[in-house]
């Protein structure tokens, strides 16, 4: 029997992060499959950065238990954040470096010959329609190629774990459906993926499961249209509210 089919991709066991005397995840549980995409969503100050933060091994949990693909995040970051992409939720891109270079130069960091960061970065762009602005400085992309940019460049180590976090904020609908096309593809190829999302459409739209998180605890989990039935609301944005008291946006 094929392992993934039966070890999840991910585990959470009442996992805790404090700051001091704030407690701003609060012994949570969950678990991930593989090649789903899961969401998780919360109104500001709820936790979902800071889980994510925990998860991507940049900040180590105060207790609890964290698996993420076979790896403990605390004990092996340098072997997870080999195996995993991140496209944060600000642009982080150089601006001193064309397109292209920005993802050559990151592949330095997995050991890429030259030859093969210049490969890998061109099929990319040509994944990400970004082949024809190789040349061009970032500060000539438009908002939605930069995010496409952030997509090409978390996919140079060929993840097996995407985290995309507030990957459509503030772009345009038509953009915000290309990225989602790519997400989409990505998927087909069994690419497991973690979404945190101000749009409720996003996550009716491209998650499997979610979590909804506030106050640092989790408060509901389960698919999209099985939560808004549970609920008895109109849509995945009333079932937000009536948990929480409030809109995702605020």
Known sequence: MDPQTTTPALSADKLTKSFGAFVAVDGISFAIRHGECFGILGPNGAGKTTTVKMISAVS???????????????????????????????????????VQANLEVYAGFFNFSRAQATAKSRDLLRFVELEDKAELDIDELSNGMKRRLLLARALLNDPRLLILDEPTAALDPSIRHQLWDKMRDLKTRGMTQILTTHYMDEAARMCDRLIIMNGGKI??????????????????EGVFLKLTGRKLEE
Not at 75 to 98: F, T
Not at 219 to 236: R, T, Y
């Open 219 to 236: 408060v509901e989990n389960g698919e999209p249209l099985a939560l808004i039935e549970k609920h008895g609301q109109p849509d995945l």
């Open 60 to 98: 180590p949990p105060t207790s609890g238990r964290l698996n993420v693909l076979g790896l403990d995040p605390a004990r092996d970051p340098r072997s997870l954040k080999a195996a995993i992409g991140v496209v944060p939720d600000e642009n982080n891109l150089d601006i001193d470096l064309s």
